[in-house]
């Protein structure tokens, strides 16, 4: 079986959105059109940003029923992180706070997807 390796988020306007995830990836998208971005992520991972008015088959899905998540070192990274993207006038679902998988927060993109960022605990 093959992974995925392609990640999908509707969103209400695919330019507002490029230009959000352009500032927080700092990287441009390598496919862009009125109803569609994509972003090659390092990982692999395509980021692809579709608009929830055309997307075909329709989406019953709301915003905020997923999350995309950022691993990182350390919690030092998550704070940093968190300052950041605080700065860039994110709104922050949950604080920097312990988690039993590890020290975590969640912030929302424009159209209210989940950003977690994490750094996983010692096991």
Same mark, same amino acid.
């Given at each position: 079986?093959?992974?995925?390796?392609?990640?999908?988020?509707?969103?209400?306007?695919?330019?507002?959105?490029?230009?959000?995830?352009?500032?927080?990836?700092?990287?441009?998208?390598?496919?862009?059109?009125?109803?569609?971005?994509?972003?090659?992520?390092?990982?692999?991972?395509?980021?692809?940003?579709?608009?929830?008015?055309?997307?075909?088959?329709?989406?019953?899905?709301?915003?905020?029923?997923?999350?995309?998540?950022?691993?990182?070192?350390?919690? !030092?990274?998550?704070?940093?992180?968190?300052? !950041?993207?605080?700065?860039?006038?994110?709104?922050?679902?949950?604080?920097?706070? !312990?988690?039993?998988?590890?020290?975590?927060?969640?912030?929302?993109?424009?159209?209210?997807?989940?950003?977690?960022?994490?750094?996983?605990?010692?096991?």
């Amino acid at each position: 079986m093959t992974d995925p390796n392609f990640i999908i988020l509707y969103v209400n306007s695919p330019a507002n959105s490029t230009v959000f995830y352009e500032d927080l990836l700092g990287k441009k998208p390598i496919e862009e059109s009125p109803t569609f971005a994509m972003f090659a992520l390092g990982s692999g991972v395509m980021l692809g940003l579709w608009s929830k008015h055309t997307v075909e088959p329709a989406a019953i899905a709301t915003a905020g029923c997923g999350e995309l998540a950022f691993a990182v070192a350390s919690n !030092d990274m998550v704070n940093a992180m968190h300052a !950041d993207w605080s700065g860039r006038g994110l709104t922050t679902l949950q604080a920097p706070t !312990d988690m039993d998988f590890g020290y975590t927060f969640v912030a929302l993109d424009p159209d209210g997807h989940r950003l977690r960022v994490f750094a996983p605990s010692a096991r």
